[in-house]
């Protein structure tokens, strides 16, 4: 008989599909490894044998108010501790300013009478010149007497809505932000005007102007020989009255001051007077001039 070839055995394999399974049926089995399991069980074992969550937060509570006590407690003590010093330092600095101020009150009041007696001299100079009505001729010119008479009377005021004006006018880039206010060069106009109209002597608030008087601006005021003016302006112009109104609203800084009225609501109000009475200008420098005759060549 022929022989037959031997028979080898193969070895068996599992099959994917058991093996996939094997390992899903693992997984939902044991759907958490042991160090989950374990930090679980102690945290378990921690909520049992630890306080009650209430008593806890009792505790964190009470804790945070004995801190905020404390803290109250030290601020109040530092502030007990410091406040002797800094009544202390408060008592000098009122002391230190009343002495300031009762220096500046008398320097003030010195300057006062200095510039009184210097006045006095002024005018018995003018009056000891040989000719009294030149003298007084130029005491009026000058600023250096008082002086009373016929004149005209002028209130410039700002607008009663100072805020108002249109855009882009030129008006808004002289310092002021509002175009409904009065500037300095709107008085130094008026004054101007009034000294060409034929005014004889002139005064802004009661402040006498001279040949060297300055009207300026600082920040919003209006300065006349450094002094600061306060709204509403009023102008005292000594002159022939009737004419010297007419003469000023005919000229073109009448005009121009009409037109801040128009325009911007700038209030004026204009009247002749009969009898105004101007003071003397503080601190008038006088000063004489004498004619230069140059010799011939011979």
Do not use: C
């Not at 939902?28 to 008593?55: C, I, N, Q, V, W």
């Not at 002495?99 to 006045?119: H, N, P, Y």
């Not at 008479?149 to 100072?162: H, I, R, S, T, W």
């Not at 503080?282 to 005759?293: F, K, L, Y």
Request: proline share 5%; glycine share 10%; aromatic share 2%.
């Amino acid at each position: 008989m022929p022989q037959q070839p031997p028979i080898r055995s193969t070895p068996t394999r599992p099959s994917r599909p058991d093996a996939s399974m094997s390992l899903l049926t693992n997984v939902m089995d044991h759907s958490l490894d042991d160090g989950y399991a374990e930090a679980a069980a102690r945290k378990k074992a921690a909520g049992d044998g630890g306080l009650p969550k209430t008593l806890r937060a009792r505790m964190g509570l009470a804790l945070g108010l004995v801190l905020a006590a404390l803290v109250v407690t030290v601020g109040a003590a530092q502030a007990r501790v410091a406040a002797p010093v800094v009544a202390k330092e408060r008592e000098e600095l009122i002391d230190r300013i009343d002495r300031e101020t009762g220096t500046a009150d008398k320097l003030e009041k010195s300057v006062d009478q200095l510039r009184d007696d210097v006045t006095t001299r002024q005018r018995e100079a003018l009056k000891h010149t040989g000719d009294s009505g030149q003298a007084d001729l130029v005491g009026i010119l000058s600023g250096a007497v008082e002086v009373h008479g016929p004149g005209v009377k002028l209130v410039v005021n700002d607008a009663k809505e100072a805020t108002t004006g249109g855009d882009g006018n030129p008006r808004e880039t002289s310092g002021f932000s509002d175009t409904g206010r009065v500037r300095d060069r709107d008085m130094q106009r008026v004054v101007n005007g009034l000294w060409e109209s034929g005014a004889e002597a002139i005064s802004i608030n009661g402040q006498r102007l001279t040949a060297l008087s300055a009207i300026r601006a600082a920040g919003d005021a209006i300065l006349v020989d450094n002094k600061p003016l306060v709204p509403p302006y009023t102008v005292l112009a000594v002159g022939d009255g009737q004419r010297l109104s007419t003469r000023f609203q005919d000229s073109a800084d009448g005009l121009y001051l009409h037109a801040l009225q128009e325009n911007y609501g700038i209030r004026t109000a204009i009247s002749a007077e009969d009898d105004l009475r101007l003071p003397a200008a503080p601190s008038v420098i006088v000063r004489t001039a004498e004619p230069r005759t140059e010799k011939g060549t011979s």
